[in-house]
């Protein structure tokens, strides 16, 4: 289903998404491979050849536009985890997030970095999807309470506070069993001077 204003990339089963998928699945893989240093290096040649190919076919300025209902979020980005939205009420949003083997951490463990990634991603996202103005990120309070797997889906919530004029504060949680794995408390300001196309 295409969305309006949306771009291809952000389409499951298009080519592009394809490609995304595949990038992720290399990123996982290079991530700790034991490959033989001969074949890696000949493995580097073909990535870098892949990498020339796509650099010259061109790119869109269209990577920030997102598929705004429930289903995955992929839109060709894919350092941030993918995470699925499966309920949407208009206040609260909630879904799962799987942190892959390249968001790896500490041992067993999903990086923090990513999850702060991830936690952006949401909150950028349920911003969005509550007023028309774009605000950007101006504050972050990542709380890490226990590990988060890697591997494994982990439920989220994220929801609003009301708009205190241009101010928006905005929540999440990460959850495990009922257990809070991570708390987050973003600030989200929608710019006095809004900047183009952002
Ligand atoms: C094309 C169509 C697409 C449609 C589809 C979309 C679907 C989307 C789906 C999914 C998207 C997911 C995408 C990911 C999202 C990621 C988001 C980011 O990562 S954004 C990048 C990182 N953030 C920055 O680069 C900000 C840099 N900073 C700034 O630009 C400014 O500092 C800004 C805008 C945050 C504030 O600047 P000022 O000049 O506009 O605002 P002032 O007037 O200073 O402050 C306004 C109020 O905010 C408070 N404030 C500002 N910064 C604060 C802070 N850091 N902490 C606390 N309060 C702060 C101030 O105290 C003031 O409060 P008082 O009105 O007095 O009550």
Request: hydrophobic fraction near 35%; aromatic fraction near 6%.
């Amino acid at each position: 289903m295409t969305h309006p204003g949306s771009s291809p990339l952000d389409e499951r089963g298009t080519p592009r998404a394809e490609l995304a998928q595949a990038t992720r699945a290399l990123q996982d893989e290079v991530r700790g491979t034991r490959i033989d240093g001969r074949r890696a290096r000949e493995l580097a040649g073909i990535v870098a050849e892949v990498a020339r190919e796509l650099r010259d076919s061109g790119a869109d300025d269209e990577v920030g536009r997102l598929h705004m209902g429930p289903g995955p979020v992929n839109r060709g980005q894919t350092l941030s985890p993918v995470y699925n939205v499966d309920t949407w009420d208009g206040r609260r949003m909630q879904g799962t997030v799987t942190f892959a083997r390249f968001h790896h951490g500490s041992v067993g463990t999903a990086h923090g970095g990513a999850i702060g990634l991830w936690a952006d991603d949401v909150l950028g996202r349920l911003s969005r999807e509550l007023s028309e103005g774009r605000a950007r990120t101006a504050c972050l309070h990542v709380q890490y309470r226990a590990s988060v797997p890697v591997g494994a889906p982990v439920w989220f919530t994220a929801w609003a506070d009301d708009a205190d004029g241009r101010k928006r504060e905005l929540h999440a949680t990460l959850e495990d069993d009922g257990t809070a794995l991570v708390t987050v408390d973003g600030l989200f300001v929608e710019p006095r001077i809004p900047l183009n196309g952002h």
